[in-house]
């Protein structure tokens, strides 16, 4: 039985579903995603899914927590925040999240991104190798940093702000020099409002001290690993829809400067 809602939006399967069709099993090779970009835009910073069922379709991604405490990062199957000051620590799995989104890492594609190089030279590379129409994209960078710059927000309590307002709260760090991860996933243009089009960067250290949301990076060598989808499953918190294309300059413009790196 198909119990989510399968719409085609330009050659992307899109399935929408509800908290309760979770258990019914789901697609490998499918990205996941908990809530929308927008709804979090418009302060839904309430927790909806567990890190326990998060954890379930998938062990690569980033997201934030309940009350936009801090950022996320999930690597190999590990789930950790970044606090305001971008100290890390392993998230309890009955947490809940507002937003996150996950994929179940089994990369297509390794390349050696060379370098020493800025953050704006590394995602032309990463956009040249991975493919264009049609298909979601996650991926890691593992290598080592000269710095990142990275930010975290910190804990917000109701009545919420829009998160345009938060951003002006946020706490920017460097990170490094050191070794680590960059997760990241690009969505097409399109998907604005749905997810955060472009790209979107975490990172966290090979210690599993310190990461962020990135804003900037400078990498001295490094090798990407990618996966590409052409189905994208989205669990919708009750009253939350499926936004997607056309949105306001107003909220183009917040999300370009509460979540674009750069
Ligand atoms: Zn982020």
């Excluded at 989510?4 to 697609?27: A, N, P, W, Y």
């Excluded at 710095?147 to 917000?156: C, E, F, I």
Aim: charged residues 25%; glycine residues 10%; negative net charge.
């Amino acid at each position: 039985m198909t119990v989510f809602e399968e719409q085609m939006i330009k050659s992307l399967h899109v399935r929408s579903m509800s908290e309760t069709d979770l258990s019914e099993g789901h697609d490998h090779a499918a990205l996941f995603q908990s809530s929308t970009i927008s709804a979090l835009l418009e302060g839904r910073y309430d927790g909806d899914l567990t890190f326990r069922q998060l954890a379930e379709r998938g062990d690569t991604g980033l997201g934030t927590l309940d009350g936009l405490d801090g950022e996320m990062i999930a690597l190999d199957g590990l789930f950790y925040r970044a606090d305001i000051e971008g100290r890390v620590s392993e998230i309890d799995p009955s947490s809940r999240t507002p937003f996150a989104v996950v994929v179940e890492f089994d990369p297509d594609l390794v390349s050696d991104i060379g370098g020493p190089g800025k953050m704006s030279t590394v995602l032309e590379k990463v956009a040249a190798v991975l493919p264009e129409d049609g298909v979601v994209s996650a991926f890691r960078i593992d290598g080592r940093f000269e710095s990142v710059l990275a930010r975290s927000v910190p804990k917000q309590k109701r009545p919420y702000r829009p998160l345009v307002e938060v951003i002006a709260s946020q706490n920017m760090f460097e990170i490094g020099p050191c070794t680590g991860t960059l997760i990241g996933f690009r969505f097409p243009e399109w998907s604005e409002g749905l997810e955060v089009a472009g790209f979107h960067l975490h990172f966290i250290d090979e210690d599993r001290t310190r990461g962020g949301h990135v804003m900037d990076f400078r990498i001295l060598e490094g090798t990407l690993s990618a996966e590409s989808s052409s189905i994208l499953e989205v669990e919708l918190p009750p009253g939350v829809d499926l936004t997607c294309g056309d949105l306001a300059g107003e909220v183009h413009d917040a999300i370009e400067r509460a979540e674009r790196p750069g």
